[in-house]
């Protein structure tokens, strides 16, 4: 089953406007991440937020993170048309004690920002 | 650009070939993993490997057969492949598995290979 659940599934937004996409997981985490992916392409990591974190900046990135509500947005500020693309939060959950080594992505938000 | 490149970009293989992809970064990194990623679906973690020995096997078939010769090299070794294997296959690396204080360090991903089986 997938550890991280994106809502909405699609977005679609004018240029200028933010963009907010939601990911909820199930089990506890040691991080979060956030990945975007350009169609074709791979995934390029956007920022990482750690448990014992509440929020983060990156540039027009916000992540915040409610780990007793297991979950986290990611809000784009002043969009782009470059910003369309799958964005996936991901975990690292799982039974190996390597943060990195069973790193689960969720299903993904196709974010289309019109120009 | 990536750091990681993989190659080919595209394969396309009858299911009686044999075939291997490639993955090469030189960022140093130690931990290096293959994904599987079907149209519209998340990548699925197929292996890692951590300083050259491999960690993590999700339970992939052996028609999917990886190898790490050397710490900046990833292959992927493929034979007799189905046609639902296909899909797009990505490299990815990162520091380590654990990383600094047990933090986790980004994946680098490639670009990957678009592999089809007829």
């Known amino acids: 089953s997938q550890q991280g659940e994106e809502d909405p599934q699609a977005l679609s937004i004018q240029e200028g406007e933010n963009a907010t996409m939601n990911c909820s997981y199930k089990?506890?985490?040691?991080?979060l991440q956030w990945y975007r992916q350009n169609s074709g392409r791979g995934l390029v990591h956007l920022i990482l937020?750690?448990?014992?974190?509440r929020e983060k900046h990156s540039g027009r990135l916000r992540v915040t993170l409610d780990t007793s509500k297991k979950s986290s947005s990611l809000l784009i500020t002043a969009s782009r048309a470059a910003d369309t693309a799958s964005y996936f939060c991901a975990t690292d959950a799982g039974r190996y004690t390597g943060a990195n080594s069973k790193l689960t992505f969720g299903k993904g938000i196709t974010l289309s920002v019109r120009p | 650009d990536t750091e990681v490149t993989q190659t080919p970009k595209h394969l396309v293989m009858g299911m009686t070939n044999k075939k291997s992809l490639k993955c090469e970064q030189h960022m140093g990194h130690r931990a290096m993993y293959w994904y599987k990623q079907k149209a519209k679906k998340p990548p699925e973690l197929m292996f890692v490997?951590?300083?050259?020995?491999?960690?993590i096997n999700e339970s992939v078939p052996s028609r999917f057969s990886p190898e790490c010769p050397n710490s900046s090299l990833l292959n992927l070794h493929l034979h007799a492949l189905q046609p639902e294997d296909s899909a797009l296959y990505l490299c990815a690396s990162s520091q380590d598995l654990f990383g600094i204080r047990r933090d986790n360090s980004p994946l680098h991903f490639g670009n990957g290979t678009r592999l089809t089986v007829t």
């Open positions: 089990t506890s985490i040691n991080n």
């Open positions: 490997y951590s300083y050259e020995k491999l960690s």
């Open positions: 937020i750690r448990s014992n974190e």
